[in-house]
């Protein structure tokens, strides 16, 4: 047996390379999963804000009529309600009567009315110059 | 003196790493599905609530909106069926996954 200790330079060298070729690898995976990760999150946001504008969408089209303009707004008895996109958030504004102010959606790049209904447009920016949209379609049987 | 670990224990230690993997890789994937079939439940649920406003005021959807309702559902089939003063607007799609899914809405009085 011979009384040798440590590694020799060749084994080093042999780590080292696999070490090289490795640790960009398991990175790029990790860094992949994180947004991932955040698109998850993301989703799951946007499932659970989606009943809560439409169902507003749906009761402000049913109790008002809807208004023309650049913006999502209607016209009902008492008041007046619009839909902007203030922030990154998506606010309902409304008197007192017609169910108050507040915030419906979060992450919302855009509220714009098209035929027949919205399209709600939801934006995550996951790295720099990348950006995750989502757009819904939001229909109201109004008058 | 033995020194190092043996093939067998080097072994075990990498079969243990594979089933730990596999198994959080297998969880992952389900959590994806169950997030990608949230957003379909609530896109679904949007569709049954056109179905029921338009039908409680007494209009018949319109067949391009509930084409756009639909796109995001795979396969997505409309059902709605009459039972005495109880409407049954049901909904069904392939999900993530392949499975299919399904989401209904009772509602009371007439489907014109």
């Known amino acids: ?7 020799t330079m060749f084994e080093l060298a042999i780590v080292l390379t696999i070490g090289v070729i490795l640790v960009p690898l ?6 992949q999963e994180e947004d991932q990760a955040r698109l998850a999150a993301w989703e799951l946001e946007i499932a659970r804000a989606l009943p ?18 650049p913006s999502v707004a209607f016209r009902r008895a008492a008041c007046e ?6 922030g990154g958030s998506l606010i309902r504004t409304a008197g007192e009567a017609c169910g108050g102010t507040r915030a419906l959606a979060t992450r919302v790049e855009s509220f714009a009315p098209v035929r027949d209904g919205v399209e709600l447009t939801f934006a995550r920016p996951l790295r720099p110059a990348r950006t995750a949209r989502r757009t819904v379609f939001l229909p109201w049987a109004g008058r | 003196m033995r020194a190092g670990y043996s093939l ?20 992952w994937s389900q959590h994806r599905q169950l997030t990608a079939l949230e957003i379909e439940q609530a896109q679904a649920r949007i569709l049954l609530d056109f179905l029921a406003e338009t039908a409680s005021q007494g209009e018949v959807a319109p067949a391009e909106v509930v084409a756009r309702l639909k796109a995001p559902l795979r396969d997505a089939q409309v059902d709605q069926r009459s039972n005495g003063a109880l409407q049954e607007l049901r909904v069904s799609w ?14 009371f009085g007439g489907l014109r």
């Open chain 2, 94 to 107: 392939t999900g993530p996954g392949g499975r299919t899914h399904r989401a209904e809405l009772t509602i």
């Open chain 2, 8 to 27: 067998i224990e080097l072994m075990i230690v990498v079969a243990i790493l594979g089933i730990v993997g596999a198994l959080s890789g297998w969880g």
């Open chain 1, 81 to 86: 309600v619009t839909y902007e996109v203030q």
């Open chain 1, 52 to 69: 809560t504008v439409s169902e507003e969408l749906m009761a402000d089209a049913r109790l008002g009529v809807a208004m023309d303009g």
């Open chain 1, 26 to 31: 398991v990175w790029a995976w990790l860094v």
């Open chain 1, 1 to 7: 047996m011979t009384d040798r200790r440590g590694f």
